[in-house]
């Protein structure tokens, strides 16, 4: 199974709603629009996504520009911040894709890469990594302005 891992843009500092209120800044706009057109060719399986306001707007620019576009994309809890990595692996494994893609937040993301792979990698805005499960390696990583 390949794992994708997608992080939101650069979110506004603050929110009247909360951390989990913060929507994408004009900049985490348009790193979403070029992380959508550089993965144009990713079609994960399943999309699991954060129930934070600023995940949900990446991964809907991301579609509107080519990229990801899942036939099943799901909100995870176990999908934030401090999430569990074992929690979130659990959940990755009830699907039976050949790939699936989170999309979330640091330091959930850049731990969890490590967790699997053993390679220490910085999630930054809107970076993208692709894991070879069964193998345990880091097949691809990218930064946004790497695309």
Known sequence: ???????????????????????LSDLGRNQSRKAGRYLKDVHPGVVLMSTFVRAKQTLEIVNREGGSCALREFVSLDVSPSGSLEDLMIEINTYREDSVCVVGHNPQLSNLIEYLTGEKRTM??????????????????????EM
């Open 1 to 23: 199974m390949k794992l994708y891992l997608l992080r939101h843009g650069d979110a506004e500092i603050y929110s009247q709603n909360g951390d989990r209120g913060r929507e």
């Open 124 to 145: 930054g805005n809107c970076s993208f990594a692709e894991i070879d499960l069964e193998s345990k390696k880091l097949i691809e990583f990218k930064t946004v302005e």
